[in-house]
RNA sequence: GGGCGGUUAGCUCAGCGGUAGAGCACUACGUUGACAUCGUAGGGGUCACUGGUUCGAUCCCAGUACCGCCCA
């Protein structure tokens, strides 16, 4: 006997294990089958279970379970990824917190990667068990991380990440350069465009005068829009504005539109860096470039190419020399050649004179007051100098955007360094072609959108961190700087005595490469690559990648453009883009608003199939998810409520575990509930096939409470207490079998519960075939669709249903046993009437449920159509409330069928519309005018009465 | 500034070219041998606004307003 309650806490970890002891989780292998497969999309190895990974590993559960059922060879392909600067700062952290005097540095970077081995071996990867709390799965005995094996030297998620790094180079796709990287001065590395976050805080503008080379003057005019003159002085400087003075120490020039009227005079002639000492003050030209925006500050704008994004731009396209200022921790630099030296080469090089890269690098234009302060300091100081010098125009307070470093928190410094490369724009060619022709398709399909605007403007990836936790980057350096990239340390030994005609001592890049460039083989070096394996012939490319719009840049660009390029097919068919969860409000959850929900403590409270059928439920396609407490509730009562009719059902001695065919029901009651079955099946399967959860789930929970639990099994409560053996025994099979069928189609979404029910309704001579996970998913097809059956359970269910809303708005006494007659009824409707008396009885609580001739006297009538039905209810109700409920629907009636009548006699409407539009809105009025008269007649009579 | 999305019941949201739906909340009644984590019944909506297409628009199109998110 089962249970009052599923009790989730006992349940699930033993169900879990059991399916996970029997293999449960393995692809069957069975080649003959058509595969299907799905990458994890990795979580970080520090991370813990959020909303966002329930929500994406749920819908992931969802669709490996139900494919499974559904006999496919199915890999759920799991595992972590290594998160480079999060665990290096996770062990950084620790190392601090141990107390003693180690630290990364101290250490040195052999000993400090050991320990992140350590650390990883025992404290990471916590969220693998949480998933598995969550019902995950997947095939955990082939679980991968993106850094392999520490113990193997040939361990081939390493091998994967090298093979792609020197081929891509070999094939001019990844190249090293000095470009303007944003530079974290906190981890003291390269971070790539999507670690930035832009936000916007409260920072100033200054207006500082660049005077004027040699003192000259010109006439500033300013017009307003119809040219006249609102301005007009004579002028001996330029006015720039700056939201970072720091770094005026590294202008190269200044920038004014080329359309701007103000400047004309003075292009091409030189002002003054106002800040140094003044008898090594630069001079910088002023140039021309569309980048200034005129409406803007003063509309000129310094360039300093070394340290800011735009002027970047504006330097690369004017061969403006690029002056780096500060060091790896964002301080103004102490190396180099003196401000003097520094100062008079740079002279030297505003007046023509050639400089390499290198060269310009070298220099170090920071005067020596400031060299050495942070870059905050700094700009106090520089400002602080420019006020005393009197060339401080003025200073606005303004909200300014500013890069911060995603995981430091830290104000990112544009930095112009060498990094390594990908050529992600011509990557990107094939991998936008294989969306436009719907090898990929996204669903929703709007993101293909978001997907073309990122890969359209797609920007060299830089792909090397100043890190130690990492893929190291397989390059070396001869003496003179030239590269050699290879396999392994022999063969770029053996390349650099080939170039240098003699053996040569190398040193490796120290460098590695950013996590998401071993993420981005994911698909298929899980699967084997670069070896030919079996199971990449099987499951690559994978049927769909599940995951969150914030990700299609990080994942899906970047498993499409490496997946395309090495194994020349496409990583994944479908993308499913799914929600985000936010909370009751709407908005993100995170840490710092303490809005953050725990999803294992919901799983702790409501049971995994709770929180999972609540995604399930809520999961619509392009809406985000507002999750709250109260819904998760709802739904483990959900579950409760299966819990509970399958106990009515063994409670009742239904039969479960064995099949049924079309044939073997004769019982309408039973005929019908098998038709409803099947159309739920139908549903949940096409939308399943349609990433459609939320329908999948909704027609599930409609069928289980709303038919099955509301209707059938009250249905059979008369049939269960009665006297016909030969029916009881039809409809222990029945039910037994319909609930059976109904654990099985709501697995995918609650698997603990529905394996708890399949297991301990087990029946002693019929043994459950295994797991129900492992269970053929039904396809019933039109089998069950039955007319007949449905029509007359369709009239059962509305005469129930009218009755008890008439007892209710007349206030008839709920446990009132009160008389009804049908009245004026087919033949065809009187059988039904006879057939199903009983439950009718029952369910509307009726005394006795007669066919009559002739309406009672003294009756209040409830009319549907042609038949209609007499309560006698004279001692419940006054005459006058009969009446006016009658007016009520009367009015009602009438209104209708003065709408469609009117609607009928528009000939367009009757020439244009679908005939069968208009026969519905014929028959509507037929059954309307019918039923009016009924209630017309009745009110007659009950005035008569009265 | 560019892009995307939203606006439907008190709340959260489905839906859809053919009489507006669910869950929760609310009201009344109910302890009937599966379930009070429950049952029965009920109230509650100019489907943001303005135009257009159509026999017919909440739905399609255009515009407006407001609210989100992403990118500069």
Redesign the pocket.
Known sequence: MLD??FDPQGAEQRIYQRWEEEGCFRPSGDTSAEAYSIVIPPPNVTGVLHMGHALNNTLQDILVRFERMRGKNVRWQPGTDHAGIATQMVVERQLAQDGGNESRASLGREKFVDRVWDWKEQSGGQIINQLKRLGASCDWENERFTMGDRHDPDDQMQEAVRKVFVDLYNEGLIYRDKRLVNWDPHFQTAIS?LEVE?RDVKGHMWHFKYPLAGGETYTYVEKDEDGNVTLEEERDYISIATTRPETMLGDGAVAVHPDDERYAPIVGKLCEIPVGPKEHRRLIPIITDEYPNPEFGSGAVKITGAHDENDYGVAQRNNIPMYRLMDDQARMRTDGPSYEESAKAAQAIAGGKAATAAEVDALNLVPEAYRGLDRYEARKQVIADIDADGLMIEVEDKLI?QPFGDRSGVVIEPMLTDQWFVNAAELAKPAIEAVRTGKTKFVPE?WT??YY?WMDNIQPWCVSRQLWWGHRIPAWFGPDGKIFVAHDEAAAVAMAETHYGEPTELTQDEDVLDTWFSSALWPFSTQGWPEETEALKQYYPTSVLITAH?IIFFWVARMMMMGIHFMGEIPFHDVYIHALVLDEK?QKMSKSKGNAMDPLELVDEYGADALRFTFAR?A?????I?LAK??VE?F??FT??LW??T??AE?NSCEFGHELKPGDLKLPLNRWIAAELAKAEAAVTASLEAYKF??AA?ALYQFI?NVL??WY??LI?PVMNGEDEAAKTETRKACGWVIDQTLKLLHPFTPFVTEALWEQTEDAERKRPGFLMLQDWPRYGDAWADAEAEAEMAWVLDTV?EI??TR??LNV???AQISASLIDASDKVKGWAAANEVPIRQLARLGSFAIADVKPARSVTIASGEDSIALEVEEFITPADEIARLDKEIAKLEK?ITGTEKKLS?E??VA???PE?VE?NRE?IREWTATLAKLSSAREQLKDIS
């Open positions: 009052q309650r465009d832009s955007t709007n959108k978001t605007n914030d709407g809520l619509a396609q392009g809406r985000n507002r109260q819904s709802g483990r009562n409760t409520k509970n009719a106990r009515f409670m939320n329908e909704d409470w639990c509301d099994i009250e409560k249903s008890r809303s209710s708005v006494p709920a446990g209708d528009n367009n409407f244009k519309a679908p539009i519905e509507r």
